[in-house]
């Protein structure tokens, strides 16, 4: 009986063993576990702006949301893009790390090939064909302004790497990803700069550092519960605390978009909808007046006067930066007390260390907006907003545009002669959650001294 007991013992600590690499896996690419995704093989397609090369990645499974996205980024610049590898040929494993590839379960795809033009073996941001990198910014900007992160992967559901070395050459393609089941709204054209400098957050302290999160063993023993649930067959729950959903809302969050429902049906929000031609020859969407508000008081703030002009360069900003995070409508990446990370522009290791950021109250948001332009990086636009210069006035201030990381959208923008800034009560929130995997780390790691 004894030895039996032994025997049986080793086998279960074999199996615990097990999980906890699964585990791991599953910390390092939450990725594995991909529900109701609709995959198509690309030879079954039949896009006006994507094709496929025919090397045996035809016959490849792929996310359809994914290739929507592609394709409508691609038809809104008016280029091409070929798709050169899916999962056939490429490494299980992103290069440098043990992350399983989002190639492998039909989530990512790279496009080296854009109007029939390759990179001509580009390994750098100057080398390699000038057409070739001139598309390939049009294609990132067009997929950025639909919502994916540029350059950073881990921790957003649609990315698209681009003149980076961040998993391996992405300066002779473009790998594109998306692992939800949800295609994204159309390209707004309001793209960014195409120097993939711009978007250094150069008012964020390289010091700061991402808000430290109470670890508690509960919460990791909570998370190995989910997974073993999992193994089970048992239904992830979708708003608990897991490794299945890193990114928690949180009440404060749940309060506000529950105040911005009720106020979507005010008669000031109807109203919103209505287009007044304010200046001449511009055609403005005019946004509700808690929007109007808020505007109002960062030009208060910065001594401005709220006048048509400002309030345009304003709603071009907006619409030029296409802002989806909490009370920040030019996307600023200031650090406020209780702010959070909309997404991760600078890392450390595992910890975020600066990004665009989520504010708990509007007047985080305002002050923040307010601090961000007065500290002394954007005296152009101080200045312009300061003596009513006027919007394209304004507008024509590159180099501080450019250090902010709008560059010439808001010129864009206002080319265009119609303004819909998108509302600031209605932004999306995401948390960057930096701390579920150390912890989860840290409890699988007391697990294997027990065992």
Same mark, same amino acid.
């Given at each position: 009986?004894?030895?039996?007991?032994?025997?049986?013992?080793?086998?279960?600590?074999?199996m615990i063993k097990e999980i906890i690499s699964k585990y791991y896996d599953i910390l390092n690419d939450k990725n594995i576990i991909n529900e109701e995704l609709n995959l198509v093989?690309?030879?079954?397609?039949?896009?006006?702006?994507?094709?496929?090369?025919?090397?045996g990645t035809q016959n490849d499974s792929v996310n359809k949301p994914l290739l929507d996205d592609i394709n409508a980024a691609a038809k809104s610049v008016g280029v091409v893009a070929?798709?050169?590898?899916?999962?056939?040929?490429?490494?299980?494993?992103?290069?440098?790390?043990?992350?399983?590839?989002?190639?492998?379960?039909?989530?990512?795809?790279?496009?080296?090939?854009?109007?029939?033009?390759?990179?001509?073996?580009?390994?750098?941001?100057?080398?390699?064909?000038?057409?070739?990198?001139?598309?390939?910014?049009?294609?990132?900007?067009?997929?950025?302004?639909?919502?994916?992160?540029?350059?950073?992967?881990?921790?957003?559901?649609?990315?698209?790497?681009?003149?980076?070395?961040?998993?391996?050459?992405?300066?002779?393609?473009?790998?594109?990803?998306?692992?939800?089941?949800?295609?994204?709204?159309?390209?707004?054209? *309001?793209? !960014?700069? =195409? @120097? $993939? #400098? +711009? %978007? *250094?957050? !150069?008012? =964020? @302290? $390289? #010091? +700061? %550092?991402?808000? !430290?999160?109470?670890?508690?063993?509960?919460?990791?023993?909570?998370?190995?519960?989910?997974?073993?649930?999992?193994?089970?067959?048992?239904?992830?729950?979708?708003?608990?605390?897991?490794?299945?959903?890193?990114?928690?809302?949180?009440?404060?969050?749940?309060?506000?978009?529950?105040?911005?429902?009720?106020?979507?049906?005010?008669?000031?929000?109807?109203?919103?909808?209505?287009?007044?031609?304010?200046?001449?020859?511009?055609?403005?969407?005019?946004?509700?007046?808690?929007?109007?508000?808020?505007?109002?008081?960062?030009?208060?703030?910065?001594?401005?006067?709220?006048?048509?002009?400002?309030?345009?360069?304003?709603?071009?900003?907006?619409?030029?930066?296409?802002?989806?995070?909490?009370?920040?409508?030019?996307?600023?990446?200031?650090?406020?007390?209780?702010?959070?990370?909309?997404?991760?522009?600078?890392?450390?290791?595992?910890?975020?260390?600066?990004?665009?950021?989520?504010?708990?109250?509007?007047?985080?948001?305002?002050?923040?907006?307010?601090?961000?332009?007065?500290?002394?990086?954007?005296?152009?636009?101080?200045?312009?907003?300061?003596?009513?210069?006027?919007?394209?006035?304004?507008?024509?201030?590159?180099?501080?545009?450019?250090?902010?990381?709008?560059?010439?959208?808001?010129?864009?923008?206002?080319?265009?002669?119609?303004?819909?800034?998108?509302?600031?009560s209605k932004s999306e929130v995401k948390v960057v959650n930096e701390g579920l995997y150390e912890e989860t780390k840290r409890i699988s790691e007391l697990i294997k001294k027990v065992?």
């Open positions: 009986m004894s030895n039996n007991f032994h025997r049986n013992h080793i086998k279960e600590n074999d093989k690309l030879n079954s397609t039949n896009y006006s702006n994507l094709k496929f090369d025919k090397d070929t798709i050169t590898t899916a999962k056939t040929g490429h490494n299980e494993k992103v290069k440098g790390s043990n992350v399983t590839s989002r190639h492998m379960n039909g989530t990512g795809v790279d496009i080296a090939i854009l109007d029939g033009v390759g990179s001509g073996k580009a390994s750098n941001a100057t080398n390699g064909l000038p057409k070739f990198r001139e598309l390939g910014f049009k294609l990132k900007n067009a997929l950025v302004s639909m919502g994916y992160i540029w350059n950073t992967e881990r921790g957003n559901d649609k990315a698209v790497l681009w003149h980076t070395d961040t998993g391996g050459n992405h300066y002779n393609h473009l790998h594109v990803s998306n692992r939800t089941g949800l295609s994204s709204s159309p390209p707004t054209n *309001d793209f !960014k700069s =195409e @120097d $993939p #400098k +711009d %978007e *250094d957050p !150069k008012d =964020e @302290d $390289p #010091k +700061d %550092e991402a808000p !430290k999160e109470k670890k508690t063993e509960k919460s990791g023993l909570d998370a190995l519960g989910n997974f073993l649930s999992f193994l089970r067959g048992d239904k992830p729950k979708i708003d608990s605390p897991d490794i299945l959903d890193g990114d928690k809302e949180t009440d404060d969050d749940k309060e506000s978009e529950t105040d911005d429902d009720k106020e979507s049906e005010t008669d000031d929000d109807k109203s919103s909808s209505i287009v007044i031609v304010d200046i001449k020859d511009y055609k403005i969407t005019e946004p509700s007046t808690e929007d109007k508000n808020f505007y109002s008081k960062i030009l208060e703030k910065l001594g401005a006067k709220t006048s048509k002009q400002n309030l345009l360069f304003f709603y071009a900003w907006r619409q030029a930066e296409g802002a989806k995070s909490k009370y920040n409508p030019f996307n600023t990446t200031h650090k406020k007390e209780g702010s959070t990370f909309w997404n991760c522009l600078k890392r450390k290791g595992d910890k975020c260390l600066g990004g665009v950021r989520n504010y708990k109250t509007k007047e985080d948001g305002i002050d923040a907006t307010v601090s961000t332009i007065k500290n002394g990086h954007y005296p152009c636009i101080l200045e312009g907003l300061k003596s009513d210069k006027g919007a394209m006035e304004i507008a024509n201030c590159s180099s501080n545009l450019k250090t902010w990381g709008t560059s010439d959208g808001i010129l864009r923008v206002l080319k265009t002669k119609k303004i819909k800034p998108n509302e600031i065992l």
